[in-house]
């Protein structure tokens, strides 16, 4: 992989001095990592419980640097505001053969993760992780499935609300109503799931006004949720063993979904009744399809590095892509590290291979023959 380089003019007390950065690979094992995370203290929008997932990626950080530092390599912490200035001043001073991109939001708007992906691309600094536009149109879920059922890949019937009134024709309830542009289930709780047209468009307004963007409204479809992980390019993926959602503790006659309290509120009830298990008793033909569809939509969205596909079997052999996600959550007891070590690949030989992935290097995880 070439070097890159990149130059910004930094504005000293009497003049403005150009400081210039060329991005060169460090020989052999040995490198210097700047960990990118974002200091979210307040958020574009939403509710204030919204700050539980914005604040989770310092944990993932921490297990990160842990990682890198067993492996032997220096870490630079670096942390994204929405001065672009001081991000490159910063990126300077640490000099990375990489940058280890867990910035998932600036200033709470998770549309700014591509935005770094952009400045690291536009300096030459390798990085790892998917490219600014899977990132945008992943988080984008109408350009999303769009791409996915441009490409084949099975999506639920559904419309986006720009106001609330209009046109459900078409779609048959239950409904979930859900932000047309966020990720980590903000937005999404049992009520979020509807089952009459007066209540999609109440939710779907306050959709609308809460998070300040449309709202989504699909076909909410029961059926068992699994999650296939996969790493390395778009082109050919490498997909690790299935999870999926256990439901069977789920509070009694509530709809069956990960919710935003499933995925942050340890003490609820929905994150009890939510644990990721291994998928079992898949047939292996239907397991093949799974797999096939997780890679399809990988390919749709151009992911790169480390991705994480939902779906839904909708019975009779059928499925639909229920999210694609690009960087997904790398705590080591979310899903995509937990595949990972299904497959025999510890958590610091993950670290390493999405590294590896971000400087060019060939080849991929050895997967366990038993995974």
Not at 240 to 246: K, Q, S, T, V
Request: glycine content about 8%.
């Amino acid at each position: 992989m070439r070097g890159g380089g990149g130059c910004v003019k930094r504005a000293g007390p009497q003049r403005i001095r150009e400081v210039c950065y060329v991005w060169q690979p460090r020989r052999g094992r040995l490198r210097r990592i700047a960990l990118l995370t974002s200091d979210d203290a307040t958020l574009a929008h939403g509710a204030l419980a919204d700050a539980h997932a914005v604040a989770a990626v310092h944990t993932v950080a921490r297990q990160v640097e842990r990682a890198c530092l067993e492996l032997g390599w220096s870490v630079a912490p670096v942390c994204v505001t929405r001065d672009p200035r001081r991000l490159l001043a910063d990126l300077e001073r640490a000099r990375p053969d990489a940058a280890f991109h867990l910035a998932e939001s600036v200033g709470g708007d998770a549309r700014m993760e591509a935005a770094v992906a952009v400045l690291l691309d536009w300096i030459g600094i390798p990085y790892t992780g998917s490219p600014p536009q899977a990132l945008l149109h992943a988080l984008d879920k109408p350009v999303a499935r769009a791409l996915l059922a441009a490409h084949g890949v099975p999506v639920a019937a559904g419309v986006v609300l720009e106001h609330g009134d209009e046109s459900l024709l078409g779609l048959t309830p239950p409904w979930i109503v859900k932000p047309a542009r966020e990720d980590a289930s903000h937005g999404i709780h049992l009520e979020s799931v509807v089952s009459d047209e007066a209540a999609a468009r109440r939710r779907a307004r306050e959709v609308i006004e809460q998070y300040r963007q449309p709202a989504l409204v699909e076909e909410f479809v029961e059926g068992r949720e699994l999650s296939v992980s996969l790493l390395g390019p778009a082109q050919e993926p490498t997909p690790l063993p299935i999870f999926e959602i256990d439901y069977a503790g789920f509070p009694a006659g509530r709809p069956k979904l990960v919710t935003y309290a499933a995925k942050w509120h340890p003490e609820s009830d929905e994150y009890r009744g939510t644990p990721l298990v291994p998928a079992r008793d898949l047939e292996p033909a239907l397991a093949r399809r799974v797999v096939e569809t997780a890679c399809a939509a990988y390919r749709a969205l151009e992911l790169r590095g480390y991705g994480r596909v939902d779906l839904r079997l909708t019975g009779e052999g059928g499925m639909i892509v229920v999210e694609v996600n690009p960087n997904p959550d790398l705590a080591p007891d979310h899903e995509i590290a937990r595949a990972a070590a299904r497959a025999g690949i510890s958590y610091a030989s993950l670290i390493e291979w999405l590294v590896d992935q971000a400087l060019g290097k060939p080849g991929g995880p050895a997967i366990s023959r038993d995974a």
